[in-house]
């Protein structure tokens, strides 16, 4: 079992930043892949960064790329989403999830996920 803590959402205005932070717990954090979700009022929860076991590949949706960043300490065992040039649009809980570094695909999908956390909130304001 692996568990997932979200922390670092909050209320930005537009244009500011904000950092997310996942904390994994439980068996070895570095042998997960890594990703981010999130889901706004009224919306299916979508895509946001992914990335593998070791750091050495990235994603990053299409609508962020340019504005988000995805990382991982594994000394720390935390995966972090840097966000810049926040819009109102990007409100929305964010979730980060996990999955078996064994586990094939780019991890762009919520079904390729099997440990998930409870999610931040984050607001941006117009």
């Known amino acids: 079992q692996v568990q997932l803590a979200e922390s670092g959402g909050g209320l930005v205005q537009a244009g500011g930043s904000l950092r997310l932070s996942c904390a994994t717990s439980g068996r070895t954090s570095s042998s997960y892949a890594m990703g981010w979700f999130r889901q706004a009022p009224g919306k299916e929860r979508e895509f946001v960064a992914a990335?593998?076991?070791?750091?050495?590949?990235?994603s990053i949706a299409d609508s962020m790329k340019g504005r988000f960043t995805i990382s991982r300490d594994n000394a720390k065992n935390t995966v972090y989403l840097q966000m810049s040039s926040l819009k109102p649009e990007d409100t929305a809980v964010y979730y980060c999830a996990a999955r078996w570094k064994g586990v094939p695909g780019p991890g762009r999908t919520e079904d390729e996920y099997t440990y998930w956390g409870q999610g931040t909130q984050v607001t941006v304001s117009s």
């Open positions: 990335i593998s076991w070791s750091g050495g590949s990235t």
